[in-house]
């Protein structure tokens, strides 16, 4: 065999598994989305965008990020620094702190349901110390920012994990000596963390928040367990598109609008957090 094939052996089975599963659906919704009345044309995007609800749900899924994503990286760094100076224990808390990773979106919503509903914890511990004379019904109409708080909080809860476990393991790839010099010449803890750990992280934080910040525009199954229809997202009017009112088009339509707004996300992250040519840990 010559040696200079085998690289491109190697990557056939990853070629074959994007071009099956990604590249082929993608072409076969683009394609969907960018036809209507027998031909090419625009009448899916201008349905879309047109609609009502369209601006309500880009204004949730938006600010739903804004508020989600930021907490989210404080806690994975406040948490990943913490793992990274434990001597003994270490492997256990890493293991209990991405616990909800291995719970799926409709499961954590369920959860959360279970604290908020009229008949869930939330209720009973405020019966239970005579707060309020019977339940409240706090995911309803008449309590929008329960609702979202609710939304935000179980997202907080399920998906910090998957920031966790990345800058973790950016931060084990730092040089201990850089700590070591620092400390010597008198440096605080914060000064470590602001001089060394952030500028050496910016590879792990550019792969956390760009994953994160994906995610949080793709979320559907906690807001449909706490919101329902009191919440729009970008996600569930895909959903409700393509289910509940049988338009394919619109569906794909959104679903490549979904996928701009991700894009242009990610290439946001990557020009703010971007890494200097020839810059190593």
């Known amino acids: 065999m010559n040696p200079r094939l085998l690289p491109y052996i190697l990557i056939l089975p990853v070629t074959l598994f994007l071009i099956v599963f990604f590249l082929y659906p993608f072409a076969l919704v683009a394609q969907e989305a960018f036809t209507a009345g027998g031909g090419l044309s625009l009448q899916n995007f201008r349905e879309?965008?047109?609609?009502?609800?369209?601006?309500?749900?880009?204004?949730?899924?938006?600010?739903?990020?804004?508020?989600?994503v930021p907490v989210q990286l404080a806690l994975a760094l406040l948490m990943a620094t913490m793992v990274n100076r434990m001597n003994r224990g270490r492997d256990l808390v890493l293991y209990v702190w991405t616990i909800p990773l291995g719970i799926s979106d409709l499961a954590a919503g369920i959860i959360w349901l279970a604290i908020f509903e009229q008949s869930g914890?939330?209720?009973?511990?405020?019966?239970?110390?005579?707060?309020?004379?019977?339940?409240?019904?706090f995911l309803s109409y008449q309590h929008p920012m329960i609702v979202f708080t609710a939304i935000a909080l179980a997202e907080i809860w399920r998906a910090t994990a998957i920031m966790l476990v990345i800058l973790v393991a950016g931060i084990g790839l730092i040089p201990k000596e850089y700590y070591e010099a620092a400390e010597v010449f008198g440096?605080?803890?914060?000064?470590?963390?602001?001089?060394?750990?952030?500028?050496?992280?910016?590879?792990?934080?550019?792969?956390?928040?760009?994953?994160?910040?994906?995610?949080?525009?793709?979320?559907?199954?906690?807001v449909a367990a706490l919101g329902g229809t009191i919440f729009p997202v970008l996600m569930g009017e895909i959903y409700a598109y393509q289910f509940d009112l049988l338009n394919g088009g619109a569906a794909a339509a959104l679903a490549l609008i979904v996928l701009a707004i991700s894009i242009a996300f990610t290439l946001i992250i990557l020009r703010?957090?971007?890494?200097?040519?020839?810059?190593?840990?």
């Open 48 to 68: 879309v965008v047109g609609y009502w609800k369209f601006p309500i749900s880009l204004r949730n899924t938006l600010l739903l990020a804004a508020a989600v």
């Open 121 to 137: 914890f939330l209720n009973s511990m405020m019966g239970g110390l005579g707060l309020i004379d019977r339940p409240a019904n």
């Open 187 to 222: 440096a605080s803890p914060w000064q470590r963390f602001v001089k060394i750990t952030l500028p050496l992280l910016r590879p792990s934080l550019q792969t956390a928040l760009i994953l994160r910040v994906v995610l949080a525009f793709e979320i559907f199954a906690v």
């Open 272 to 281: 703010v957090l971007r890494v200097p040519k020839g810059a190593t840990i």
